[in-house]
T-cell receptor
Framework: IAGITQAPTSQILAAGRRMTLRCTQD?????MYWYRQDLGLGLRLIHY???????GKGEVPDGYSVSRANTDDFPLTLASAVPSQTSVYFC????????????FGEGSRLTVL | GQNIDQPTEMTATEGAIVQINCTYQ??????LFWYQQHAGEAPTFLSY??LDGLEEKGRFSSFLSRSKGYSYLLLKELQMKDSASYLC??????????WGAGTKLIIKP
């Protein structure tokens, strides 16, 4: 069972470039989330989706967009990357809406130069 | 504002017991989670408390006092593999998770 798969694992990106982080889950979970994790800070929610076809903004949504065309996929797009978006990005899912156990992907380490 | 406080780092000895504290101030409360995160890996779920008291799960126990805005994670019979960061998170009135910065636990032989 794969759980949640994220790609790429790691990426170095020039500022101003567009980048999409992919996230796929095979658990048929309704809710999905994108977090960023920075040293010394707690996980911060970027965007979420409670069910396919719906999305919502989290704590730090600026500069990011998401889509949820189906249950399994939840890509995160940086339209024009900036150095402050250098971070580790985690995709997560839960069976239903919070508060429920989150299942995390292995993370995508993004460096914007 | 909403705030979760945890110690930044703790050190303990293999075989011993360690208690990691978490205090919170949030707009509403819909439960408190503990996650474990090994370096370079994804967080994994440890426990969820929504009522006051102690919940035991093997070597790990989690305690909650809602009136004090306080929780702790108790790890017994520490093993080297317990070296990790431990993340406290609270679900607020909107069911959004507010995360602490995590406590890095270092286990020494």
């Amino acid at each position: 069972i794969a759980g949640i798969t994220q790609a790429p694992t790691s990426q170095i990106l020039a500022a101003g470039r567009r980048m999409t982080l992919r996230c796929t889950q095979d658990m048929r979970h309704n809710a999905m989330y994108w977090y960023r994790q920075d040293l010394g800070l707690g996980l911060r929610l970027i965007h979420y989706s409670n069910t396919a076809g719906t999305t919502g903004k989290g704590e730090v949504p600026d500069g990011y967009s998401v889509s949820r065309a189906n249950t399994d996929d939840f890509p995160l797009t940086l339209a024009s990357a900036v150095p402050s978006q250098t971070s580790v990005y985690f995709c997560a899912s839960s069976e239903g809406r919070a508060p429920q156990e989150l299942f995390f992907g292995e993370g995508s380490r993004l460096t914007v130069l | 504002g909403q705030n979760i406080d945890q110690p930044t780092e703790m050190t303990a000895t293999e075989g011993a017991i360690v208690q990691i504290n978490c205090t919170y101030q949030t707009s509403g409360f819909n439960g408190l989670f503990w996650y474990q995160q090994h370096a370079g890996e994804a967080p994994t779920f440890l426990s969820y408390n929504v009522l006051d008291g102690l919940e035991e799960k093997g070597r790990f126990s989690s305690f909650l006092s809602r009136s004090k805005g306080y929780s702790y994670l108790l790890l017994k019979e520490l093993q080297m593999k317990d070296s990790a960061s431990y993340l406290c998170a609270v679900a607020d009135s909107n069911y959004q998770l507010i995360w602490g910065a995590g406590t890095k636990l270092i286990i020494k032989p």
